[in-house]
């Protein structure tokens, strides 16, 4: 009888001992969470910019800039209160930078985009194929690429490896969907780059195979203390 209370007794002090280890262990697993890459900047079909909050993260945006960039800081909240956040984004010549801070670690990434004004475009521009974009961080270190084009535009991936860019062709053609989705790697504080490649038309090339070339969405997400 003795030895069942004391083997009782002992499976106990073990129970405890573990859901202790188990509770303590918790702040350090959150304290490797990287909220800096938890993001998502969208482009709808009017080209505006935005930012907006995913899972539990909490944006608050800076007041000050620095070097022209729109600053975030991202802290652990509410993922009902924060469900729908979101805060619009003005391209200032051309170009936007943001840069995301863990308001806990201070962990920064940036991100600098170069987009036209498509509202200055006219509306049978050969270079609107793009409709609207997103793409979103995750604490993997992935990022969830999604995009719409307008209709009869065909496209591909490719990466090139001489730039160590993404590449998303958008060309004159047939396609079964103008919705597409990728995951994009990025090696760890290394510079992710993604380039949306126009096809237009050359009214002046000798071929109708001859087609210029233009860049634009482009985007570079990087880590480190200064955006580029």
């Not at 697993?29 to 995913?54: C, M, P, W």
């Not at 962990?107 to 609107?128: G, P, R």
């Not at 979103?136 to 160590?164: C, K, M, P, R």
């Not at 001859?210 to 200064?226: H, Q, T």
Request: aromatic residues 8%.
């Amino acid at each position: 009888m003795k030895k069942i209370k004391f083997l009782t007794l002992a499976a106990i002090v073990t129970l405890v001992f573990t859901s202790c280890s188990n509770e303590e262990s918790l702040p350090s697993e959150a304290q490797n969470t990287n909220l800096s890459k938890t993001f998502k900047l969208k482009r709808d079909a009017t080209g505006a910019y935005s930012v907006h909050s995913i899972d539990n993260t909490q944006i608050d945006r800076v007041l000050t800039e620095v070097d022209n960039t729109k600053l975030f800081f991202l802290s652990n909240g509410n993922s009902q209160s924060n469900k729908n956040s979101s805060q619009e984004l003005l391209i200032d010549n051309n170009k936007l930078k943001v840069g995301f801070i863990d308001a806990s670690t201070n962990d920064k990434q940036f991100v600098t985009i170069a987009d036209d004004n498509i509202t200055l475009l006219s509306k049978n521009d050969d270079s609107k194929k793009l409709a609207d974009y997103s793409i979103q961080g995750n604490q993997d270190g992935t990022y969830n690429l999604v995009f719409n084009v307008e209709d009869n535009v065909a496209v591909s991936f490719v990466y090139n490896e001489e730039i160590s860019t993404y590449e998303v062709h958008l060309e004159d053609g047939v396609s079964t969907t103008t919705n597409f989705s990728r995951t994009l790697e990025s090696e760890d504080g290394k510079t992710l780059r993604l380039d949306f490649v126009n096809h237009l038309k050359n009214t002046n090339a000798k071929s109708s195979e001859e087609s210029l070339i233009r860049r634009k969405p482009r985007v570079i997400i990087e880590d480190g203390n200064d955006p580029s």
